[in-house]
């Protein structure tokens, strides 16, 4: 069964950092694009980074406003995907999920098709 579980979601300060993981499990992961997303309530799905398949050399691109602040990487060994987001600020607050885009995938902003999910994590950034 094909699953994504993500971690380390939580509450920090405006000009903290936080680290998320999502673990893989029930597929190729290193054949497959990831990204991360994230919601805020009543609002759509945004996305935020993508990481191109690790086969492919694993290349990132960012939305305009993650960019020098967030890093998306992977462990293809240990089918998990991270995104360390530095000098947060309160507009970063939502709630973040993983998300996999099969090998047809191009590994791009805006590209990035998602047919897997993960269940979410909560950041909150207090000013």
Do not use: H
Not at 30 to 37: E, G, I, L
Not at 75 to 99: F, G, V, W
Request: overall charge neutral.
């Amino acid at each position: 069964q094909m699953r994504l579980v993500e971690s380390g979601g939580g509450s920090v300060q405006a000009g903290g950092s936080l680290r998320l993981s999502c673990a893989a499990s029930g597929f190729t992961f290193v054949t497959y694009c990831m990204a991360w997303f994230r919601q805020i309530p009543g609002k759509e799905r945004e996305e935020v980074a993508v990481i191109n398949r690790g086969d492919r050399g694993g290349s990132a691109d960012y939305a305009d406003s993650v960019k020098g602040r967030f890093t998306i990487s992977r462990d293809d060994t240990k089918k998990t995907l991270d995104l360390q987001m530095n000098s947060l600020k309160p507009e970063d607050t939502a709630m973040y999920y993983c998300a996999a885009d099969p090998p047809n995938c191009r590994g791009t902003i805006g590209s990035f098709i998602a047919t897997l999910w993960g269940q979410g994590t909560q950041v909150t950034v207090s000013s």
